[in-house]
């Protein structure tokens, strides 16, 4: 199957909210009416409740308890908003998907999220572009599973979906990879150029200054979040991060191996993002 292929076939692909694509609309408008996508959010109760649960969690301290979606973003802002409730849509817009447990899949992806955002934060980078797109980084992976379910199954016997190696496994099984799957997704979604750039760069991130940090942000996140899903010891953990990617943002391994929380810690308080 070729990627276009996959990319055709319905069972494949996500079904998103119609308010998702209102607020990728977003990004490219910055006189967005944040009133109007409010309504809209509150028009869609499941992504509402969702939406107000994030919103007066732990994660983000709020002084007073959040009672409607107008509330989350005058005290949480449009673009935190718009980050949850993307996050929230992609999320619920697969059911199932053969062959993967989809609570251990956005577990993984959470966690990508909080990295992205942690060592964003750190080296100077977008936090919620990171977020979002260490949200959406592997999304490619049920599409793949979704619309070649025999094919894909059959490679997790050899290299599981969070192993290093699947990256190089799908592209001399398939011809492509679910990098370039996510990245091709994102396009067809109209996201901003950074979404498919960073999801089908973030595997060797590009060594050029500008367009490469994003991409080798979102691969550390995922080093972080691969080494705590394959359950990696400590020594293991070090022996596997890229010193280079880390070195060309400018970090130090001691900040990504003993100054960086714990992923329970980071994403303490996001976990109904992912139910």
């Given amino acids: 199957m070729t990627l276009e292929s996959l990319l055709q076939n319905p069972n494949a692909l996500p079904t998103a909210p119609k308010v998702v694509d209102e607020l990728i609309s977003s990004f490219e408008d910055p006189d967005v009416a944040v009133e109007d996508i409010a309504r809209k959010v509150s028009l869609d109760p499941?992504?509402?409740?969702?939406?107000?649960?994030?919103?007066?969690?732990?994660?983000?301290?709020?002084?007073?308890?959040?009672?409607?979606v107008e509330d989350a973003v005058r005290m949480l802002g449009f673009v935190t908003v718009r980050t949850l409730v993307i996050s929230s849509g992609l999320v619920g817009g697969f059911k199932t998907v053969p062959g993967l447990d989809l609570k251990r899949f956005w577990r993984y992806s959470l966690h990508a999220a909080v990295s992205a955002k942690w060592i964003a934060k750190k080296?100077?980078?977008?936090?919620?572009?990171?977020?979002?797109i260490g949200m959406m980084h592997a999304i490619g992976q049920l599409v793949v599973h979704a619309g070649m379910p025999a094919e894909a199954q059959e490679l997790d016997k050899t290299v599981g979906p969070y192993e290093p190696g699947r990256l190089a496994a799908e592209q001399a099984a398939f011809g492509f990879q679910f990098s370039d799957v996510g990245a091709e997704l994102a396009t067809r979604w109209k996201f901003p150029d950074i979404f498919p750039d960073t999801i089908r760069d973030f595997p060797a991130p590009p060594a050029v200054p500008a367009p490469g940090r994003m991409a080798a942000v979102v691969h550390l996140a995922v080093w972080r979040a691969r080494a705590?899903?394959?359950?990696l010891n400590a020594e293991d953990t070090a022996a596997s991060l890229p010193l280079n990617v880390a070195a060309g943002l400018g970090l130090a391994p001691n900040e990504l191996l003993e100054e960086m929380p714990s992923l329970s810690q980071l994403s303490a308080g996001l976990e109904e993002l992912i139910h």
């Fill in 46 to 68: 499941v992504l509402a409740a969702k939406l107000l649960r994030l919103a007066n969690s732990a994660y983000y301290h709020v002084s007073r308890r959040i009672g409607n």
């Fill in 228 to 231: 705590d899903e394959l359950g």
């Fill in 123 to 132: 080296v100077g980078v977008n936090t919620d572009l990171a977020f979002t």
